[in-house]
């Protein structure tokens, strides 16, 4: 079984910085992209960032600039740095994993329970 485990949340105030980090456990044969979701309040969950397996990145337009994705293949873990925080970015922030458990399996997503980030004065 595979499980994905945030860490890293909690609040800061505005012009801050933060540091996600997603570890991924369980049996896996390979993980393909992993990223960073965010659900707000009353919204839906949106896509933060994104890296591939060989460390391509993508953002969206409204965290350009102030986050950065990185990954750790080794370890099996990828990381958001958040800086220059700003109170729309108050979410709940979810890691996902697309991966294989086998060789012949076929590729599917995994999503963690989500930490929780709130930026606040």
């Known amino acids: 079984q595979v499980q994905l485990l945030e860490s890293g949340g909690g609040l800061v105030q505005p012009g801050g910085s933060l540091r996600l980090s997603c570890e991924v456990s369980?049996?896996?044969?390979?993980?393909?992209?992993m990223g960073w979701y965010r659900q707000a309040p009353g919204k839906e969950r949106e896509l933060v960032a994104v890296?591939?397996?060989?460390?391509?990145?993508n953002y969206a337009d409204s965290v350009k600039g102030r986050f950065t994705i990185s990954r750790d293949n080794a370890k099996n873990m990828v990381f958001l740095q958040m800086n220059s925080l700003k109170a729309e970015d108050t979410a709940v922030y979810y890691c996902?994993?697309?991966?294989?458990?086998?060789?012949?399996?076929?590729?599917?997503?995994?999503w963690g329970q989500g930490t929780l980030v709130t930026v606040s004065s």
């Open positions: 996902k994993a697309n991966l294989k458990v086998a060789k012949w399996s076929l590729r599917r997503d995994a």
């Open positions: 369980g049996i896996i044969f390979t993980i393909n992209d």
């Open positions: 890296i591939t397996s060989v460390g391509s990145t």
